[in-house]
């Protein structure tokens, strides 16, 4: 099969962005929340963890996720904005504690990938990727307090560099109509954090995560998408934090009218599998385990071959220990 006809809708990648510091003891768990909240718009992602962000963007990765790229290098290009202005306890219920919030993130990223020429392995071919991601967070939130006290104003804003995702090695395969990928993402700790601070955009522990993702062409009209990693997250030494294990599920369905125009739904969904705790204590009593699911339309169109362009909208919902928004993406792949 000649990969290069799928061009037009080779969009996949990700940025690397953020999270602050947290507390779990009962009196602070107000301004926790708050915490929370910053650190999920600072990385537009879904899951509760520490701070309530992410080190992976989920939902960056819902197209083509299993079609290697010919050989050679290639760059791509993200910008998402995400916002929220309800944040969802762990019955799926707005927060209580919190008197008003709204969470605003912008994050602009360039991936690298290259994709080794005459190597392969097991059959397929290998690829190495790098990510690096500036975001900038703005968060205003108040935890509720009886009268006459009012309302205690926690907000804040932050822009800085996001954590460094890297993926070493990543195994191809290509078939008549299916296509694989298997690899290991890491995000490595290099974004600007300070235990200090109110919202951060680097999370201050490594995460790896295996992989793997398919795309199918049932016809030459139609395609089918999905990605599933599983992450496993290092202690934040400076809060004594460790954050829950992250599954998640990126996926979408395309229709090609045309060779160079693509639309049709993507989405994620995603589900903390074990408890956050910090000082060996679960965190809350519930573990803050975040769930969320997220679907909307898509487009991508390609100019050339090599130049493609597109726009994804997410609506989360079914949120749980996490705000619930909606996320933005518009991606391109442009050569050099």
């Known amino acids: 099969m000649n990969t290069e006809s ?3 809708t080779r969009m996949q990648g990700r940025a690397a962005p953020c999270s602050p510091d947290c507390s779990n003891r009962p009196g602070l768990q107000a301004l926790w929340l708050l915490t929370a909240i910053a650190a999920a718009s600072a990385s537009g992602c879904a899951g509760a963890t520490e701070g309530g962000g992410n080190s992976y963007p989920v939902g960056v990765e819902t197209n083509y996720n299993g079609l290697m790229l010919p050989e050679g290098l290639h760059p791509f290009y993200y910008y998402a904005h995400y916002s929220a202005s309800h944040s969802k306890d762990n019955a799926g219920n707005d927060n209580r504690q919190l ?12 991936r690298l990938s290259y994709v080794w020429p005459g190597v392969t392995l097991l059959g397929a071919h290998l690829e190495t990727r790098v990510v690096q991601a500036v975001a900038a967070v703005n968060v205003e939130a108040a935890v509720a307090r009886p009268a006459p006290l009012g309302p205690l104003d926690r907000g804040g804003s932050r822009t800085g560099l996001a954590d460094t995702a890297f993926s070493p090695l990543i195994l191809g395969w290509h078939g008549a109509t299916l296509h694989q990928t298997l690899g290991l993402d890491t995000h490595l700790k290099v974004g600007t954090y300070d235990s200090a601070e109110r919202v951060n955009i680097g999370r201050n522990y490594y995460q790896f995560a295996p992989f793997y993702a398919f795309t199918w062409f049932p016809s030459k009209t ?12 290092t202690r934040n030494t400076a809060t004594d934090y460790q954050s829950g294990d992250e599954a998640t599920l990126e996926f979408s369905a395309g229709y090609h009218p045309t060779p160079s125009l693509a639309f049709g739904l993507n989405g994620y969904v995603y589900r903390q599998t074990t408890n956050d705790t910090q000082h060996g204590v679960v965190v809350n009593g519930n573990g803050n385990r975040g769930s969320v699911n997220a679907i909307g339309p898509y487009l991508s169109y390609a100019i050339t071959p090599k130049v493609t362009f597109m726009v994804k909208v997410q609506t989360e919902f079914n949120a749980r220990n996490r705000p619930e928004g909606t996320r933005i993406w518009a991606q391109a792949r442009i050569p050099f």
């Open 99 to 110: 008197a008003h919030f709204r969470i605003e993130s912008d994050i602009v990223a360039a």
């Open 222 to 233: 139609w395609d089918l998408n999905a990605k599933l990693r599983y992450a496993r997250n």
């Open 6 to 8: 799928h061009a037009p």
